[in-house]
């Protein structure tokens, strides 16, 4: 699932990094502040592997930011973990001008005159159109 939020960055915490069985590794983790109806709220999200930091770092504390991300949760000791993974961000209102749909004009039309009596059909005796 992937989800989409625009905030201000509010803190970003040390770059972590090491080695495991499948290579070296790099995470950053970041608090970004975003409106929540009246008032504010601040979420935590990580950004994975070194080409995610490195796209962080373009930004700095108090840039308005629009971050896309997954959920994720995990279980441990019993215990659940939920992890906001960061693919993308950008900043905030950056997203690329959408060409003005075209409309054609309206084809212009005149209402019909509402019928009269006259134009009603002549009632013909004996003759019915039902089929029963």
């Known amino acids: 699932m992937a989800l989409e939020i625009e905030g201000t960055l509010f803190q970003k915490l040390p770059v972590a990094s090491g080695n495991s069985a499948r290579g070296p590794w790099a995470k950053q983790e970041f608090i970004l502040e975003y409106p929540d109806g009246n008032y504010t709220?601040?979420?935590?999200?990580?950004?994975?592997?070194?080409?995610?930091?490195?796209?962080l770092s373009k930004y700095q504390v108090g840039d308005k930011v629009k971050v896309s991300f997954n959920l994720k949760s995990r279980e441990y000791n019993g215990r659940w973990y939920n992890d906001l993974q960061?693919?993308?961000?950008?900043?905030?209102?950056?997203?690329?001008?959408?060409?003005?749909?075209?409309?054609?004009?309206?084809?212009?039309?005149?209402?019909?005159?509402?019928?009269?009596?006259?134009?009603?059909?002549?009632?013909?005796?004996?003759?019915?159109?039902?089929?029963?």
């Open 41 to 55: 709220a601040k979420a935590c999200f990580t950004a994975w592997g070194s080409d995610k930091v490195q796209e």
């Open 86 to 132: 960061i693919w993308k961000i950008a900043p905030a209102g950056a997203q690329p001008a959408a060409p003005a749909p075209v409309q054609a004009a309206a084809p212009a039309f005149q209402q019909a005159p509402a019928p009269t009596l006259e134009d009603m059909p002549a009632e013909s005796q004996g003759e019915e159109d039902l089929p029963f």
